[in-house]
Structure formats: C-alpha cells, structure tokens
C-alpha cells in the first residue's frame, strides 16, 4: 500500500522517535515526570543538544526560516439570518505555514459591510500581536507584519488619522488599529475577492473556489493517494 507523501505510520514514527533519542533501550516510565523536579528558567544546566528537544515537540526552525508574520481577513454582512450579525474570518501564516485560523459570529451588529470588516480586522490583528509577542520571547526577530483586506473602505478607515460621525460607534476599534499602523506593527494591503484565503471562512464557496483557496493554503488530505 503506497502512503501519502510525508506520511509516516504512528509505529514507524515512535520508533524513528526513541531512535533519535537514545531511548530504544529504555524500560518505559510510569510517569512522564519526577514529581519531586523543580523545572527553573534560571538554575541548572541546558540541554546539551537543543535540536533533540526541538525534534520531540515537532519545533525546528533553521536560520534560513521565513519569520514573516501575514494574515488574510475577511467579513460577511449580516449574514445571521435570526441576529443578523455578521461572521469573521481570518487565517495567519508564518513565513508560507499556516498557524492559526478562526471564524466567529460578532459580538455585536454592524452598521455597514465596511463596520463588519473593521471590527473582523481588529480580531485578526489581536491575534497578531499575540503571535509576534509569543516568537519575541523566543528571541526571534519578526518584521512588519502584512495584513491583507478585500474591503477598501475599512483599509482607508484604517490608514486615515481622522474620525468621522459615522465611524464613533467603533471608535475603541479605529485607535487599536490605527496605533498598530502608526507604529509600524502591521502594513495593510488590498486583495482581490477571488485571492482572499479568508474568504473560506466566512461563506459556503462552489467546489472550484473551495479547492483553489485550500489549495493556496498550503493545506493537504493525507488521506488521498499522492498524484
């Protein structure tokens, strides 16, 4: 039987796994750890070989890695038949890896298609703060993250300092977003409605467009034989 490309079986994996780790030999442990270990940031020695540990939790970054963080955002309007309110979508990668994903109805009802993606672009960029305070304390250097919007209404809201009456009602919104452009946190661009990956998120898509965006996702069945 022929196996998905990059498919190991779970046997062949745990082996492979107490293989490069010295550990073929070893009696299994009744614990996975000492209950009287004192685990401290500051006391007692390295691992002498960091790359073993980073194997194990399935973390390897080379120095030639692409730590650039990206996301792709995307808003209906109202599509809750019962709340109307509308559902976020977003996905974020780092470098060409896809690492997190969300879609979620709002909390509140938007006014407008613009107010919808707004307030979607704001969940999207919380979660990006998140994700380059979590690479700084591993003391990777991450660069301007790229945020990519098919609404050009909400990017100009965004990019403009000035406040308009119709726009109060998100106003917490606006200085979130508007302090992470200013400070040089995110760069917004526009994409086109057939490039937005997030768009999977937030609409049942027809078969051609749901395999294109999987596709540019970088996502894989390993269940399918490879081609």
Not at 168 to 193: A, P, Y
């Amino acid at each position: 039987m022929r196996l998905p490309l990059g498919y190991t079986p779970p046997a062949q994996g745990q082996n492979l796994l107490l293989e490069d780790t010295s550990s073929l030999a070893k009696k299994p442990a009744e614990l996975p750890m000492v209950p009287s270990h004192k685990l401290s940031a500051t006391e007692g020695d390295l691992l002498p070989d960091l790359q073993i540990y980073r194997r194990l939790l399935g973390l390897f970054f080379s120095s030639a890695s692409n730590m650039q963080l990206s996301g792709f955002v995307d808003s209906n309007y109202g599509a809750c038949p019962d709340t109307r309110r509308s559902v976020t979508g977003f996905c974020v990668f780092l470098g060409n890896n896809l690492v997190s994903w969300k879609a979620k109805k709002q909390q509140t009802v938007s006014r407008s298609s613009c107010e919808a993606e707004y307030r979607a672009m704001t969940t999207t960029v919380c979660e990006l703060v998140w994700l380059r305070s979590l690479l700084s304390s591993f003391k990777f250097d991450v660069p301007t993250a790229s945020l990519y919007c098919d609404n050009q209404s909400a990017i100009h809201f965004a990019n403009n300092q000035v406040f308009h009456e119709r726009t109060k009602h998100v106003e917490v919104d606006c200085h979130f977003i508007r302090d992470k452009v200013r400070d040089g946190f995110i760069k917004l661009f526009h994409v086109r409605s057939t490039n937005q990956l997030a768009d999977i998120f937030t609409k049942a898509l027809h078969s051609p467009a749901f395999k294109s965006l999987v596709l540019k996702m970088g996502l894989l069945n390993i269940h399918s034989s490879p081609s």
